[in-house]
Structure formats: structure tokens, C-alpha cells
């Protein structure tokens, strides 16, 4: 009987090892984490201002059964708590918010926006730290180098015609811009699929200056690629303004407007961001 007893225990534990094991229930309250997370195959439990996420964001999709928590700088607490999630994941940004996160769950800090490196470099650190924490290693090495061959195949695309030098942009009103170059996120892509940035100045901790529109005139050579949707009334006010019409890249039709991709986001934002380079690029004349 003993021998019983003993392949009763080998099974049970053998069922015990192959049961699936249940995700934590991880709320976020930054939307490059989200994306991250879910390009990961795990879906959170509540996210912080989940309609601007679908706005701003949109790929990959955040399921319907995500709870909103709110805004991203006052995330719902009391709704927070009832969830009673597992773990709560923010960036340096929020971390105003810790303390009081802290008393709900355990709380990781995530950056992909540092310093020290480029964001791509940065997107590709925090997809690795977020895997090894969810023990998805191989989703995570999986992600990674998915991107890595699209980039790949967005540069051998766009090789196919010359391409001038691009500013990339969005609009804060009719008259100033964000111009991204330097650490973001558009600039990791625009340098791995062999595109020059027409922006050579400075750019901040998020990667992009704020300037007026006249600077677009520096590079006459340069085309456009600004990333919708544009402000209120800030359309009709570029239709009026001399100044833009008066713009080399605008007289001479180099201006693309692209779909909605969120500036700080990672890994899935610069796939979504290349994705529309090939789009709108390859064979077009600029």
C-alpha cells in the first residue's frame, strides 16, 4: 500500500505544478506601462484614465473590462482599495502618489524615460524588468525582438527612395509646436529604420522643445510628419496663417499628418510609429 500512497502524492503534487497559475491583479497608473503590459499577454485590472489611453493610446487595445481609476495624477483611492489589487505599477512621474498607493499594495517603479539612455533603449529595459516580474521572460524576449524585426523591415522599405530629413511633431496651437528629437521615442525609430531627424537642437527630459512654428523653415530641404488630432481650432487657425503658408515644407506639400501615437509610451508605440512611417513613406514622393 505504501507504493499506493506514494504514486497518490506523485500525481496529486504533478496536477498541483500543471494547474495554471492565476495572474496577479496589477493596476497601472501610467499608459507606457499599460501598453507594455499588455503587449505582454496580461491584462490589468484598472488603469488611470482609460479613455484618454483609447484617445491617445489605442494599440494595443485595452479590453472594456479594464476599470477606470481615474485621473493619472489623482488615481481613485478609495476605488483602488476595493479592487484589492496585487500590485500597482507607476513611473517616476507619479511617484508623488506613492506613499499613499503603497498602503493599498505593493508598488514598482518603472521608468522608461531616463537620463542615462535613449527611451527605445529605455522601452526595451522596462519590457525586460516587467517580464522578469511576471515571470513572462520569454513573452518579454519575444516582444523585443518582434520589434526589433519590424524596424528592420520598415528600413528596408523606406531604403527604396531617397527620404529628406523629417521634423516630427505635434501641435500645441496654430503658432508652437513640440519638435521631438534627441531621447525619444521617435527618435530610437527614425535612427533604426535610416531617417534623419530635422531637429538637431535641444530637447528635454521627454525628448521634445517647445518652438514656434517659423523654426520649421530652418531645414527647407525637410518635410513634416506631425501626429494628430490637432488642438481645437488649431486647423482652421494654420488655414489662415501666413506665416504657415508661407513655410518651404508647406508650399511644397512635404506634410504628412499621422494617427494618434502616444509620445512616452515604448516598445508598441515605436512599432505603431514605424508602422506609419512605411505607411505614409515608402513610395511617396517628398
Sequence with gaps: MRWLFGLLAAVALACQAAAPVTPPRIAVIDWGLTETLLGLGVTPVAVAQTEGYRRWV??????????????????NLEL???LTPDLILITPQFAASRAQLERI??????????????????AQRVTRELASLLHREAAGEALIARVEARLAEVRGRLASRTQPPFYVATFLDQRHVRLFGKHSIYQGVLDRVGLQNAWQGPTNYWGFSQQGIERLAERPEAALLYLEPLPPGTSQGLAASALWQRLPLVRQGRVTALP?????????????????????????AL
Design 58 to 75: 489605442g494599440a494595443p487595445a485595452l479590453p472594456a473590462q479594464v476599470i477606470d481609476l481615474g485621473m493619472r495624477v489623482e488615481p
Design 80 to 82: 483602488l482599495s476595493r
Design 105 to 122: 499594495a505593493p508598488v514598482k517603479v518603472l521608468a522608461i524615460y531616463t537620463p542615462e539612455a535613449e527611451a527605445y533603449v529605455g
Design 260 to 284: 494618434p501615437v502616444w509620445s512616452f509610451n515604448g516598445l508598441l508605440a515605436a512599432e505603431r510609429f514605424a508602422g506609419l512611417l512605411e505607411q505614409h513613406l515608402a513610395g511617396a
